[in-house]
């Protein structure tokens, strides 16, 4: 499980074998062997026992920024595994293996969004003859990405430029199935615009400290990536990496408008936009947290969302060094 402190002025220490989080009168005592990590959401209290604890446990605990993106985490200082893995990984990014497998997950990402509006297409019979051409434009940039050929400098615009087509489609399509109060402009990023992209991209903000831990422990290198270039703290990899694993925060997310989850209520408004509030926030990580642990077919077995996460690292990395 992932526990969750998003309480101002919460307190979290260790307790014996336990995570104790106290708030106002309020106790919250967890095993550490049921913890895969803690998120901290808001201005909390942890001893140096609790992350000790943690450290000792392969706990990670990830600090969430106002908009949900991470902004620190406590982990160990152990390298996940072997250099030669990154090693490996600088090599790649160099040679046709990287182009190839940043163009792959791009293509996974445009089958992942086909997929999302067939079935909503299929459940929704009022909407079957607006998504088809969406559907049809989604298809043809994914052939052109197919049809592809060459090395990442010379290909990455073109290989990003067909994404972002693809995703001025696909959110397009999105926001044509919402009711009229929730409808949404495209994206929108620090500070969200509309209700959509505010649980939207809280709900990546969880999901990038989930795929740069996974990075972590398969060795990969989380700033070295091959799509996105470098910069200074940049983490291209967890960038490039991240793009298969959205589909199942953006399913979150239409389920709980189409579940009528969503209200006023959770959200304040800002200057320049939406923040998503406490109640907004335990809504999304409530959902969030099901989704990670619902299991899915991958390859060939049932396994937690969250957990093929873990194992594409792993497939990636001992890919690199066959």
């Known amino acids: 499980m992932q526990l969750v402190i998003n309480t101002r002025g919460a307190y979290l220490k260790k307790e014996k074998n336990c995570f104790l989080v106290k708030n106002d009168d309020k106790n919250l005592e967890v095993s550490a062997d049921k913890v895969d990590s803690i998120l901290i959401t808001t201005s909390a209290t942890i001893t140096t026992d609790a992350i000790e604890f943690a450290v000792e446990n392969n ?53 992942n969004q086909t997929v999302l509006l067939k079935d909503l297409k299929k459940n ?70 509309d ?45 490039d990496l991240i793009e298969i694993f959205r589909i199942h925060i953006d399913r979150t997310v239409v389920n709980l408008f189409s579940k009528k989850q969503v209200h006023d209520g959770l959200f304040d408004k800002i200057p320049g936009g939406l923040y998503l509030n406490k109640d907004g926030k335990a809504v999304l990580i409530k959902a969030v947290n099901e989704t990670l642990d619902r299991e899915i077919e991958y390859r060939g077995r049932n396994i937690k969302i969250r957990n093929t996460i873990q194992m594409e690292c792993h497939s990636i990395a001992n890919g690199l060094i066959k």
Not at 175 to 187: C, E, L, Q, T, V
Not at 200 to 209: A, E, K, P, T
Not at 213 to 219: L, P, W
């Open 195 to 239: 209700a959509f992209n505010c649980l939207l991209n809280y709900g990546y903000g969880i999901l990038y400290s989930q795929v740069e831990k996974a990075c972590i422990i398969a060795g990969l290198d989380p700033y070295m990536g091959f799509l996105h270039t470098d910069n200074y703290n940049k983490k291209s990899f967890v960038f």
């Open 59 to 111: 706990i990670d605990i990830v600090f969430l920024d106002f908009n949900g993106n991470p902004y620190g985490r406590v982990w160990h200082s152990k390298l996940g595994s072997t250099t030669l893995i990154r090693r490996r990984q600088l090599e790649a990014g160099a040679s046709i293996v990287g182009f190839n497998m940043a163009r792959g997950w791009i293509v996974q990402k445009l089958e």
């Open 124 to 193: 929704r019979p009022d909407a079957y003859d607006m998504l088809t051409p969406y559907i049809s434009k989604l298809e043809q940039l994914k052939d052109d990405l197919m049809s592809m050929r060459g090395s990442l400098d010379g290909k990455r615009g073109s290989i990003m430029g067909t994404e972002g087509m693809a995703s001025l489609t696909y959110f397009e399509a999105l926001s044509n199935i919402m009711p009229d109060a929730w409808k949404f402009s495209g994206r929108s990023r620090n500070p969200a615009q």
